[in-house]
């Protein structure tokens, strides 16, 4: 008797990004993103299981299955578990997809670079609308700006040592809505431009953070209880802003001495998650 075979695993980073800056392009290859965000030791664990068959996949997810179908007709069962929040701007449909396209790749013995996994996963993301720039972030790790947009965008990360990053979500946030409104885009790319003009001349975690919170105030994008909360952290001695794009704060501890207070003052708003910046890309685990 034939045993099924093993399914194949794979890791994707959590992603987080602070402010960006829209970059079309009818290559969905070259379509992208300026910007900078962080990604997490919390991610997406990724099994994928192929058959010797040919036939549909079994993917949990449009911007998955996309993946799958650039890769391979045989079938495939897809089952993804995460760690971080959905839809609330985090990059977890990103790093499904980068998981994705890393365990098909050993599972098919396809034999692909980290680039061209890359690739296909941002092409994914981009045609579907359920992201920008957090694929390429998330093939690196770390505190990530992205200086060029799409799948070969060049990349710089920010020097500094792992930190305590906190979070509430208040809501879910429409991305593909919001990336197709052309007045919300005509705030955004201004200011985010004005915001990594800002961090490239002092890079650092700090500034990463007032950049951040700038630019979710001035587009617009911050809700009022994301706010609140960015107040809260504060003035517990951390620095907060909103994830990109989701109705989630995000807090950083970026003294190292103030992770309790930032996490009592948080509690007073939600569910308080927690994880800390990582600085390895997705892999096989």
Known sequence: MTRPPKPIAAFAPAHITGFFV???????ALAGSLGCGITLKAG?????????SDGPD???CQTVGSVVSRMTRRRCSVRITSDIPIG???GASGAGALGTAFALNHASSLD????????IAHIAEVEN??????VVAQSLGGTVIRRTPGASARLDRIDTDTKDVFWVVFDKMPTKEILNDKSAVDRINPAGRESLHELLNMPTVENFMVQSRRFAAGTGLMSDAVSDAADAVEAAGGMASQAMLGDSVFAVDVTGGAGDAIESALSEFGSVGRSRIGFRGARLI
């Open 129 to 134: 609308r359920t992201g920008l720039g957090d």
């Open 44 to 52: 997406v664990t990724t099994r994928v299981e192929v058959s010797g």
């Open 58 to 60: 079994d993917s949990p």
């Open 22 to 28: 829209t970059c079309p392009h009818e290559n969905p």
């Open 112 to 119: 692909l670079t980290a680039n061209q996994l890359t690739e």
């Open 88 to 90: 609330a701007g985090f």
